[in-house]
C-alpha cells in the first residue's frame, strides 16, 4: 500500500482518537489538513516502516516538531507551535500512548 495511503489512515485514526477523547484542537480531516501535517503523518509512518518502538517514534516526531521550531506548550497551536505532547514519551497521557502504539500497529499491518 502506498506510504499516503497508509499515513491518511493513520491521520484520521488519530482523529478518532481526538474527538473519543475530545481533545480541544482536533486535527482537521486528511483532505483538508495542512501539507505540514500530511508531511509529519508520512514521516511517522516511514518511522514505523523501520521497526521502532512507540517511544522511538514519539521521540522521532518530537525531533521533527522541534527542528520546525514547536515548543511544549500547555495546548496545541500551530501558530504559536505549541503542542503538550512534546515531553518524554513516559509523560505522556495514556490516550496519547494509544495513538503511538495504534499509529504503529496500522503501519505494520499496511506498509
Same mark, same amino acid.
Given at each position: 500500500?502506498?506510504?499516503? +495511503? ?29 501539507? +505540514?501535517?500530511?508531511?509529519?503523518a ?18 522521532a +516526531? ?46 505494520e499491518?499496511?506498509?
Amino acid at each position: 500500500m502506498p506510504v499516503d +495511503w497508509v499515513a491518511r489512515i493513520c491521520h484520521e485514526a488519530n482523529r478518532a482518537i481526538q474527538s473519543l477523547t475530545e481533545d480541544p484542537a482536533p486535527s482537521p480531516h486528511w483532505d483538508e489538513a495542512p501539507q +505540514w501535517q500530511r508531511d509529519s503523518a508520512i514521516e511517522g509512518v516511514e518511522a514505523a516502516k523501520q521497526g521502532v518502538t512507540d517511544e522511538e517514534l514519539h521521540e522521532a +516526531w518530537c525531533e521533527s516538531k522541534r527542528a520546525d521550531g514547536w515548543t511544549y506548550g500547555p495546548t496545541k497551536d500551530a501558530d504559536a507551535k505549541t503542542h503538550p505532547c512534546l515531553v518524554p514519551y513516559d509523560e505522556l497521557p495514556v490516550e496519547q500512548r494509544a495513538k503511538d502504539a495504534l499509529f504503529r500497529a496500522i503501519v505494520e499491518t499496511l506498509a
